[in-house]
């Protein structure tokens, strides 16, 4: 499948057999494309892993690794609780140290403060949240139906009494405008509203908040069974779709007014679609899109019912997450 230039037929459906669970689903919410040539062509496309410099760091400013180690601070954190969160992830630091990790003196204070510094009002602002969730309940399962399609799953980390359940999640990183970020947790969070376990979702990320709201067990039956659609259709052939972009089209219109929002759109669009001086597109980070789709005007191209196919995914996967979800950032009111 060399692009979008060479039209080819779709593949006939698959059968699914065994019943998904709810990060299979969100797997496909983040990664449509790839969920074509990983499903149904069993072709796990990589992008080219460069191994890190074996030389002493001097500081973190790789990303990747800075991420990786801030996440295991946070881990520490949460096994060791609220009172001993500090002492935890000071002790994992001594380890990020020791294995080389982060430099040594003199330069270890400021790779430490600076990995360290971010995580502490989020931190303290989850375990906030949590002591005023509630206590813990038993997990509940979850048993749906979504058309030709079984979910099942098991809800772990409910809080609170029935009615008033919660679900706190702790992210590593930022996540304004990042609803790429909640694809995992948003369909969880239909799942539970959709079996009649209403809950609000709380995710934290270093510079706030998004909440997702209970939701009707009936409009989240409906949304769940858009994503098995979709899910479907995407073993017969690549969408024409990808998360961020699609995520960056819909803030762009929601930012324009009247005629300039389809403009707006697909200006926002591409560029986070495509690779630009200072940044790396959704298209590059993706093998399978680079291998879908060559270009951001191919990805445009193909029609669903005489309309965009490209506008008709939006609506129909990522649409309801943008308009659900609440954002509040450090230092509003939550």
Known sequence: MAGAAEKTSPLPPMEQNEPLNCAALGRFLKQPVAHFFQQRLKANLKLEQHSLDDSEPFAVDNGLLRYQLQDELLSAALQAGPELAL???QHSLDQQTRSGELPLAPF?????????????????????????????QPQQEIRLTLGELQLEDWLTDLRGPAGKHQRLVLHTGKLKDRFDKLCQDWVLHLAACASGIAITTHIQGQDGRFTLPAINRN????QLEQLAHGWQQALCEPLPIACATAFAWLKGKDKSKGEQEEQRGESEARKVFESGFSHTGEQEKEPALCRAWHDFDAMLTPTHNDTSAFAYWIEQLYAPLYTHADWSASGEDA
């Not at 360290?116 to 206590?135: D, H, I, K, N, V």
């Open 87 to 89: 002492d935890a992830m």
């Open 108 to 136: 270890t204070d400021g790779s430490r403060h600076s990995l360290l510094s971010p995580l502490r009002e989020p931190l303290q602002q989850y375990f906030a949240l949590l002591e005023q969730s509630g206590a813990p």
């Open 219 to 222: 409009a989240a039956q409906q």
